[in-house]
Each structure stands twice: as C-alpha cells, then as structure tokens.
C-alpha cells in the first residue's frame, strides 16, 4: 500500500525553511492512522509463527486455546519456552526479529527503488494483474529454492520475501477487490496464473460521478515542497461502475510517470474511462473520470477510497499470514525455522549477543505488535497508537532500547527520492498533526 508513509521531521522552529532539505527522517512504517507495509509484514508472521509452533513438539506443550488470544512474538515464545528468563527470550529471539526487520526494509523499499517505484507490476497497478501474479510467483519460486538449498545465502530468500509481500499486499488497496464487497482474500494469487477476470484494456472501469473534489490551503511549508497550492483531492465512493464490481471484473489505479519492465511508458489511456490512483500528488486524478480509488491511507488527501482503508489492510493481513503458512508447506519445518532462526544456532545467538550489547536498533521491528488466530482479533487502533508514541520517544530522547529507528539513512536511501507511492514532505493540518515545542525545536508529524 504504497502511500502508508508518514515522515517524522524535526525542524528548528526558528529557520524552518532552511531545514527543508535536509531534515531527521522518521518513515516506512510510519502513516499516522493508517496501518502501514511495515504493519502488516510481522502481524502476518506473528499469526504464521503460532501455527508453527502448533504444528511441532512445541504446540504440545500449550493449550491451543491459547494461540486464539493477541500476542506479541516475545509472548509466543514465552508461551512455547516457560523456563526462560526474559533476558533468554531477549537474546534468543533477536535473531529471528533481525530476520523480520530485514523483511520489512525490503518491503518499505519497493516503494523507493529506482527498479520498482514506478514499476506497475510491483505494485498491481495500471490493470497489470498478469504482471503482478507472474512477479509474485517468480520470486515465491526463488524462495522456495533458496530456502531449500542449503549451500544459498538465506539473506537473499528473505529479500525476495520483502519484495513479494510489498506487491501482494497492494492488490489490496490498489484494485476493486474490496469495493467488489470481498470479505476473504484472493487465494489465486502467487498460486496460480488465473486470479480472476481482469477488464479488458478498452473497458472503461471508473466514472466521475461519486467524487468531490476537495481543496484545502497550503501551509508554507506545503507551498515550498508541493509548489502547486491550494492543494486538490478527491473523496470518491461509488465510481467504480456498477457493472465491473456485480460482473467481479478486476480493475486497479492508473499513476504517472510509470514505466513497464521495457521501460515503455504506462499511461492512463485518454479514450477509455480507466480509474486514477488519486492523491494530492496524482496528476491523473483530474482528467476525467476525476478521483481515484486507492485505499493507501485514511484521508482523502492521499486516498479517494480511505473509508475502506481498514478493510483492505486487514486482508493484506491475512493474505501476509497466507504466504507464510504455504511457504512453511512447501519448505517443511526444518527449512522453515532455519529461513528464520526460529530455534537459533550457537553462531546466531553469539551475533546476537554482540548487538544487544552494542544497542543496535532494528529499522521497524517492534515488540509491541501484537495479534492472535481469532480473525476478530486485529486492533489497528492499539497498533497505531503503539507506533505514535514509539515516534515521539525517539524524537524526544527517549532512550527505550527497543524502540525501533523508524529511518533507513543509514542503509543509502535518499531522502528527496519520493515519488507518487512514498509521497513527498507533506504537513497535514488534520487533527492528527502532533506539534510540541521542546527545547528549542518544534516537532511535527508530517504526512506523505
């Protein structure tokens, strides 16, 4: 869900403008109310790792019951390994959570490579459901390969995993899967080359009516960045055409400046009525048929569809959960926990020894999230809320060893490097800003 990205800037109150570019950057798994990538990988795996443990000698040890109700993963292995102390679950779990942060920096970063940010088949946008399946299933290959083969650099298997998740949680949020009124996910997809019917490229799909366009003023901040003020976006319901979602036809967001893998030009086409992405930053949103339909975010400044965010994040959930379970099946339990240091070698636990005790921070793994198997169990505002006061911690100095850095400076991403799926510096001036004057800075939530 590309636009789940929210930057965390602070900025001498003083020369605000001359901090502009080159502020402390807080982002990935950061989207104010909205359920994030970087959300959505480890609640997967966290429901993913109970079935394991259910699976082998370890689910003999605990009431099933048990593994319906919300955990943390540190929870899951205390559930699993009474007899350790929270030291032992803090050194023997550090190599599995490294594991999962690294899955989550790849999936932050297809939004942000050069290679997949203006990608359509990274991302199941511009109708590319062919191209989409066929990459998602092209890298679950590779894993199953790489997992398989004891002689391969794991590392790499756990990238493609990152680059896999990124693409199969977009259909979410990028296509009418939700809209078509959905409740279960699409068990095709990555598993077979038929994923449903798909709109021919002459079918129109979207309409104008059902969306109202909005414009709001720009801060001076937003004037700067965005140069092209007061601000426009749409809030669309209903412009899908009744017929694509009764008949199940797929359809998803058209965006500029897309590239196919011959890197041809991927336009919205102007003869047929084809559905826009829509955001403040989509040029394509207001020829008609006007608006959009991602549901990235919960406001329509970035999302036409965001009333329909929740939904398509809790699916992108459950399909994460999906790919995790197959993949256990078909690597088995040996490969399974040896792909993420489940049970940990003698060489895993001494590297992890030395990075707890050189502090070393995870980019957004977090031992707060937490969930169960019950499928009413995902509380998004419990997750949210956890995210924004890990935030503010780091931007006040609050020295919690476990808070993850919410940054990815130190692994080369340019911060100037956003495009239409990561956004740009955005200041919202919804209720959701949290401004705090402290010392001699002003801290401000930031929307892309």
């Not at 803090?90 to 599995?96: A, F, R």
């Not at 104008?208 to 720009?218: A, L, P, R, V």
């Not at 459950?318 to 197959?326: D, L």
């Not at 707890?356 to 969930?371: D, G, P, Q």
């Amino acid at each position: 869900m590309n636009s789940f990205t929210l930057l965390c800037v602070s900025i001498h109150f003083y020369a605000v403008a001359a901090f502009i570019p080159h502020p402390t950057v807080r982002f990935g798994g950061q989207a104010g109310e909205s359920i994030t990538h970087t959300d959505m990988t480890p609640l997967g795996f966290i429901r993913s790792l109970a079935r394991f443990f259910l699976g082998t000698h370890h689910g003999n040890q605990v009431n099933a019951e048990i593994f319906n109700s919300t955990h943390t993963i540190d929870e899951l292995y205390q559930l699993v390994h009474p007899d350790w102390s929270n030291d032992q679950v803090k050194l023997y779990l550090h190599p599995l959570k490294s594991i999962i942060d690294h899955i989550q920096v790849r999936d932050a970063l297809v939004d942000l490579n050069p290679s997949t940010k203006d990608l359509p088949s990274a991302h199941f946008d511009a109708e590319s459901f062919i191209g989409s399946n066929r990459r998602i299933m092209d890298l679950r290959k590779k894993v199953i390969e790489d997992a398989t083969n004891p002689n391969k650099d794991l590392d790499s298997a756990r990238g493609k995993i990152g680059d896999l998740l990124h693409t199969l949680q977009d259909f979410y949020s990028h296509s009418n899967w939700i809209e078509m009124g959905k409740t279960e996910i699409n068990h095709c997809i990555g598993m077979e080359e038929n994923i449903g019917q798909i709109a021919d490229i002459h079918q129109a799909t979207c309409i104008s009516d059902g969306c109202t366009k909005i414009k709001s003023k720009c801060s001076i901040l937003q004037k700067l960045i965005l140069k092209n003020c007061p601000m426009e976006y749409y809030d669309c319901k209903s412009n899908i055409r009744d017929k694509i979602n009764k008949q199940g036809i797929l359809t998803s967001d058209y965006m500029p400046n897309q590239l196919n893998e011959k890197e041809e030009p991927v336009l919205k086409p102007t003869n047929v009525e084809k559905c826009s992405h829509g955001s403040v930053m989509d040029k394509t949103a207001h020829p008609p048929p006007i608006g959009g339909i991602n549901k990235d975010t919960v406001t329509p400044v970035y999302s036409p569809h965001y009333h329909l965010h929740f939904e398509a994040a809790k699916l992108a959930i459950q399909a994460t959960e999906q790919f995790f379970n197959e993949l256990h099946k078909d690597i088995g339990n040996a490969n399974f926990d040896r792909l993420f240091a489940i049970n940990p070698t003698e060489k895993h636990v001494e590297m992890a020894a030395t990075a707890i005790e050189n502090n070393e921070k995870f980019h957004f793994l977090t031992a707060t999230r937490s969930i169960g198997l019950s499928s009413g169990d995902i509380n998004f505002q419990k997750t949210i809320k956890q995210r924004l006061q890990e935030i503010l911690s780091i931007l006040f100095d609050n020295k919690d060893p476990d808070a993850p850095t919410y940054t990815l400076n130190d692994i080369g991403v340019d911060k100037n490097a956003m495009n239409i799926h990561s956004g740009s510096l955005l200041i919202d001036s919804s209720k959701t800003i949290k401004s705090r004057r402290h010392s001699q800075r002003r801290y401000k939530w930031i929307r892309v």
